[in-house]
């Protein structure tokens, strides 16, 4: 049977999220929920769905499987309570939280409800994530010893930074909180856990609260070293390009690059680089990444089994991001593990 359910926000993210929808398998969104009836109505009636802007409405009549919040990180853990307490699966967007304890809180809850939760984090479900993670399984790196991620999407300079998202501007923890908590997670998801980390933060567009420029400095477990160079000013031909920057990875047979549009290029110890094949899905949000992402929380709501970013594990993902700000401010390693 098909599960129903129903997607609550309707802003940027929504739409992406709703369009992604319309290709998952075994499930469909009936209905979107709002603040407002005419913002939830605009996005609704352009994938022809149902709009509300009341809960209990909305439940009553839609009697969904399951509820996918797609609203700004402050009233996560309110909805996180209205469907756990209705034992309904949670599909949550990140930042889970505004803070630590909160994000702790959401997970608990939903725990001893026995509630599933997923994180709605798609950035390791991107096409050449996946497929550098299957290259290197395959042995084709070796012992990876460094790894290394620029974050340039180039959409932060200027007086009227971020026009598509512009509470960015707003936001007193900006890069790491919002955009690095993927790269940190995407880091654990290639490399493993984060033993130790070391951060510096900067803001170098006046205009905006927070931070647009992190260089992070992680030591995982298992040995390996990883950077995450990232701003969100520097200048770029194409602002946002699909992977956001570029990629090394290098081990003890080979090394490979990532680069802005999804290439992948590998040299094997001792041989020549080339181009590695493989195929981008078409459709979808980078590299198809929010399709792959929501059909696996369909996929394992019916089939069971264990969400990649099931909130207890992503809780480690958090911790790392609010380590980063220690470090930051105390100009001190943080130790994790
Ligand atoms: N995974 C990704 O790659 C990715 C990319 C962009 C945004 N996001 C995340 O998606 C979430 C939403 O971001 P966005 O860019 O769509 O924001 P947005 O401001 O464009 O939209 C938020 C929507 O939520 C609605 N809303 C706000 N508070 C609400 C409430 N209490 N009840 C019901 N509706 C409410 C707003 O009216 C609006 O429709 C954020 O957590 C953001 O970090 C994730």
Redesign the pocket.
């Known amino acids: 049977m098909t599960k129903t359910g129903l997607i609550?926000?309707?802003?940027?993210?929504?739409?992406?999220q709703l369009e992604a929808w319309q290709k998952v398998q075994g499930a469909r969104i009936a209905a979107v929920?709002?603040?407002?009836m005419e913002?939830?109505k605009k996005?609704a009636d352009k994938y022809g769905l149902r709009a509300y802007d009341d809960w209990e409405t909305a439940i009553q009549e839609i009697e969904p499987d399951f509820i996918d919040i797609?609203?700004?990180?402050?009233?996560?853990f309110?909805?996180t309570r209205l469907t756990a307490d209705l034992g309904l699966p949670v599909l949550c967007?990140?930042?889970l939280a505004p803070t630590l304890q909160e994000a702790e809180e959401l997970v608990a809850y939903c725990e001893q409800r026995g509630v599933p939760l997923m994180i709605?984090?798609?950035?390791r479900w991107q096409a050449w994530y996946r497929e550098i993670k299957s290259m290197m399984d395959a042995g084709l790196l070796g012992k990876v010893y460094s790894a290394y991620m620029a974050m340039r999407p180039g959409d932060g300079w200027g007086d009227n930074p971020y026009p598509v998202?512009p509470?960015f501007k707003e936001m007193e923890k900006f890069l790491i909180f919002?955009t690095g908590v993927?790269y940190i997670d995407t880091y654990r998801y290639l490399l493993g856990e984060i033993d130790s980390l070391y951060c510096q933060v900067r803001t170098l567009n006046p205009v905006i609260k927070g931070e647009d420029m992190a260089v992070i400095h992680f030591n995982f477990s298992d040995g390996a070293v990883g950077l995450y160079d990232a701003n969100r000013v520097t200048y770029m031909e194409e602002v946002r390009c699909p992977t956001y920057g570029y990629m090394t990875l290098e081990g003890t047979e080979g090394k490979l690059r990532l680069t802005e549009d999804g290439t992948i290029y590998y040299t094997p110890r001792g041989g020549e680089e080339r181009r590695h094949a493989y195929t981008i899905p078409s459709e979808g949000?980078?590299g198809g990444c929010?399709i792959a992402t929501q059909q696996h929380f369909v996929h394992i709501l019916r089939e069971g089994g264990s969400f990649e970013t099931e909130g207890r594990n992503y809780l480690t993902t958090v911790k790392a991001v609010y380590a980063c700000y220690e470090s930051a401010s105390s100009n001190k390693v943080v130790q994790l593990g």
Do not use: F, R
């Open positions: 609550i926000g309707a802003g940027h993210y929504a739409d992406i929920l709002s603040l407002t913002n939830a996005l797609c609203t700004p990180p402050d009233s996560h309110y909805y967007q990140k930042p709605n984090e798609n950035w998202q509470y919002e993927h949000w980078k929010t």
